[in-house]
């Protein structure tokens, strides 16, 4: 076991890193059960047929197979899921019975994909999911809903870059380019959405040689992907373009919803905008979509994106519509943290360090640390009675910001903020530690700490 | 997507069932973190020559291959993890230079083996391990920190059943194995290991015919294997059956420390003993071991089980001993839940149901279930402004124990418990549900329910 390479694509975090991605979940967590979401997970292995239905994902799947597979096939066509969502629907038919619905769930996984490793790429990534499904029916506040939720979640999380939500809907650019008469709306969908990586004249072209768009279809259709806003005004924009269609004004009043049910949660870190730029290259969404960029990252994409998709699953009789968004909360922590811009302000939990005088006062000192714990804070006893100096310097490198020094039972304890230095009087049955350091904290470093 | 098939060893929960599992997860966290074990996830996939190594497990590990590897060879030769202790290892040499020792970690993980499902055995399952690994050398008072630390968790988890946690010590058996002579010190522990699922004379004849014992010595080794105690008292009778060597007495002198260690956490619910009998098979432990059962349910074999490893890693120049305990989350909740004898007492997280008078309402209603929320209150609105009996019925299928009415703005809004049908006045910025409903709680039945 002496050699050990890092694996490409496969990110670890350090316990320090750890505590800022615990942190970010439990609040996802808290923000999510709030509004109602129960947990589920699914099982890591879906069969391949499933796996494989979208076929531009075919190449990065993972397959598995038993080192000893011979004597039981049981296992060939299965592959691990590459996202949350093709489990979930699966996971909708199986149970279907036992689940009520509309169906609000939460989930919180890891996932594989065999890409090429890149900054925002990973082939081991975790996920956080949350989507309401309905049997037969979705009400439409339930697109408001999701958007709102994860609105919320980000003004938890203060430590972040600043967010921008961007939101569409399928149905006001379809109808916008049923508008126009555009011959092939899947064509322009799909060049739009590689607007912002192309320029714009490319774009142009593309739309004119790919789409078969005429000179004036063209510039409509890039006025149309121009066009932003924090509130309702986009509509009036997209008006004074001059098309009419009636699943325009759908996906027009639909839009307005979203972005308003959201305005409450919006800020100057997390921008909630009607983007009409944003379209989503996957063909299953039919209606809101949404896409979260994080302000001076762009390299690394959308962290969070979703929609809502009509036809979630089916079991040929009954039909599981859908809305959904996906917080990729790898994409979004590693390049944060691999630049050093958030890290935890200690590599373990605990506040306290009990110091061992010698190493028969290891039963005392034990249930000093007890007496702590009993009370939620956390506390270990020191490795060994070695100089108070050097298990002050065990504390120090671990970040730990208090040490505990038991003085005899006449002398009462003391306990010392070793990064003051106050020294004071302290009783294991009563002593508190000020709140912000009862847990680890997430510490945000400006870019100037850039590596 | 109309055919689903659950696949056989990959156990799902349904979310009242996730709802116990995420309490358990929950509790375990509280208690390692109190004891300042730092989180720790490690990349589900590790190179296949590091999974081989212990080669009785060979036929049990998945390989992943990309479904497309032709252009890319990089990933072949990696296999899924099928415990969280050779990562552990890895993860240890390869950020050695960055982890300050003694690390204590805390790794609550899913795993995988392509094994032959069965109750107790899955293909996909969840660990919750602890360890604390040294460089060079690891105080012995480590062995009893992890033993008090899962016994302290087990305490914490009064809807288990009881549990039992056995300890052994290895320098004990093979001390006594030497001190009566056994020509094959490790046939005699593998065979041991095996006594609780063959009958004595069966022990006895392999005892003789594989490990080459004498008939006297085979008696002692039985003898031996017999022996428990709740304390100290298992010494004196080791002592009675008249062996002697230096390994075993360290081994007893250490086993009693453990015991004695643990006698704070020990109750009727969560028995702590010296059991000779315990072996553990596999070959690496070097002192302490620890096996776990739950009452009542023998065939489901241990839950809970680690010990002292002096050469969990080494990097050719330094060597890293361990000590660790691995609860096998899946493995012990599992055949609890699938009897019924586990649920969560609702299926969603929400306290609280908003019932929606008249569609043109939602935005008020809203605005109280944010109210709630922003209290640390879970709530949701209701779907559709139906009929308020079908609106309670929905709360009631889910579990969700009140229903809030908003009667306008002059008359105040009123709480309903749907459990009793009290009905109260209420305000959302001050009422509270009795604290036992604020989140979901863990259900025990009794044996009854057995299905």
Redesign the interface.
Known sequence: ??R?????G??????SQ??VE?AVIDQLRSTF?????????????EP?D?L??KGEI????????????GN?P??SG???HYDLTVPL???V???AG???F?F??YQIQ?A?R?E?PQEGRY??FTQADIDVIGRDHL?F?HDVEVARVMAEAFSALPFLPPLRLQINNRKLIEGFYRGIGAPDIGAVMRIIDKVDKVSTDVAAKMLADDAGLAPDQVERCLALAAIRSPDRSFADQVLALGVRHPMLDEGIAELITVVEGCA?FASARVVVEADLRIARGLDYYTGTVFETRMTGLDQVGSVCSGGRYDQL????RTTYPGVGISLGITRMLVPLLSRGWLDGSR????VVLVALPDDAS?PACDAIA?AL?AR?????VS??AAKYGRQIR?AE??GIPFVWFPMGRENGDEVKDIRHGDQVPADPATWRPPTIDLRPQVIARTGEDDQ
């Not at 496969?10 to 316990?15: A, D, H, V």
């Not at 590599?347 to 605990?350: A, G």
């Not at 939620?376 to 270990?380: D, L």
């Open positions: 076991m002496s050990v390479t890092p694996l490409s496969f990110p670890e975090l350090l316990p750890r505590i615990l059960e709030l509004h109602g979401f129960a947990s589920v997970e699914t099982r890591a292995a391949l499933q494989l239905r075919d190449k990065e799947v993972y397959v598995l197979r038993r080192l000893q597979a039981d049981g296992d299965l592959g691990l629907a699966r996971y038919l199986e149970h036992k689940l009520d509309p609000r769930r890891k594989w065999g090429r082939r081991e009400a506040h409450r699953a089916s079991d040929g590599s373990v939990p605990s290891r007890d714990r939620g804070i956390a506390a270990e490795e060994s065990y490198r671990r």
